[in-house]
C-alpha cells in the first residue's frame, strides 16, 4: 500500500492527479486549490483517489464543525484540524465525522520553522488531546524526525502524518522510520513531471513503500 500523500496545491491538480493516483495513498487539497476551484474540486478528485481536506480547522465548535461538514459533503475522506483550539472543538470535529465516517488529523506542530516558536513547546500536550478526544491521527513534521519519535509515544496506533518532504528538506524515507505512516509530499512532485517525479520519490522510499 502507498504510503504517500501528494498535496494537490496547483491549477491543474486533476491532469495530475489523474496520472500519479496508482501511486498515491490519498490527494491532499488545500484553500488555495478550494478557494480557486469551489468545493467540486473534492468531488472530482475524491472519484480518483482519497482526499484530505487540509482546511487547518481552527475555530469554535459549532463554526468549525460546519466547515468539517462542507468538506465531506464534498466528498472528502478526512479533514484537519488545528490541536490548540482546543478539546471543545476538537470533539465537535470528531463527533461531525463519524456521520460521514471520515477521519480527523489534529496539527500539532507546522514542519515550517515558525512551528518551532509556539507549537513545539506545547505540541506533546496537543498530541494527547488529540488522543483524548478520539482523533484519528495528527499532523507531525518530517522536517524534525525527531519529533515524530517523541509524539509518536504518545499518539500510540492513531496515525502520524508528516508534512514538509522535499521542498522544505524533510525526506521520507527518515520520516516512515522514524515512526510516520504517511508523508506529504507537495511541490517535489507537482513542480515538472509529476509521474516521474513520484517515481523518484518512491524509489528514495525503496524498503518501506508498500509495507
Not at 491538480?13 to 496520472?19: G, N, Q
Not at 464543525?65 to 490548540?84: D, L, M, P, R, T
Request: aromatic share 6%; hydrophobic share 45%; proline share 2%.
Amino acid at each position: 500500500m502507498s504510503r504517500l500523500i501528494v498535496a494537490l496545491d496547483c491549477e491543474n491538480a486533476l491532469e495530475i492527479a489523474k496520472k500519479i493516483a496508482d501511486y498515491v495513498y490519498a490527494f491532499k487539497v488545500n484553500y488555495p486549490l478550494v478557494l480557486k476551484k469551489g468545493l467540486s474540486i473534492i468531488e472530482e478528485l475524491s472519484d480518483i483517489s482519497k482526499v484530505i481536506a487540509d482546511f487547518k480547522i481552527a475555530d469554535v465548535p459549532h463554526i468549525s464543525s460546519q466547515i468539517a461538514e462542507c468538506a465531506f459533503n464534498a466528498g472528502a475522506n478526512a479533514v484537519i484540524v488545528h490541536a490548540f483550539v482546543g478539546s471543545d472543538t476538537l470533539s465537535s470535529v470528531v463527533r461531525l465525522s463519524k456521520n460521514y465516517d471520515g477521519e480527523v488529523y489534529a496539527v500539532c506542530e507546522l514542519s515550517s520553522e515558525g512551528g518551532k516558536e509556539f507549537m513545539m513547546p506545547i505540541s506533546e500536550k496537543l498530541a494527547e488531546l488529540a488522543v483524548k478526544t478520539g482523533c484519528s491521527g495528527i499532523v507531525a513534521p518530517a522536517t524534525r524526525v525527531e519529533r515524530i519519535k517523541t509524539l509518536r509515544k504518545i499518539v500510540g496506533n492513531l496515525k502520524i502524518i508528516s508534512p514538509g518532504v522535499g521542498a522544505q528538506g524533510g525526506k521520507a524515507l527518515e520520516a516512515l522510520k522514524a515512526g510516520a505512516d504517511y508523508v506529504i509530499v507537495g511541490r517535489r512532485i507537482i513542480k515538472g513531471d509529476a509521474l516521474k517525479n513520484i517515481k523518484e520519490v518512491i524509489k528514495e522510499m525503496e524498503g518501506l513503500y508498500g509495507n
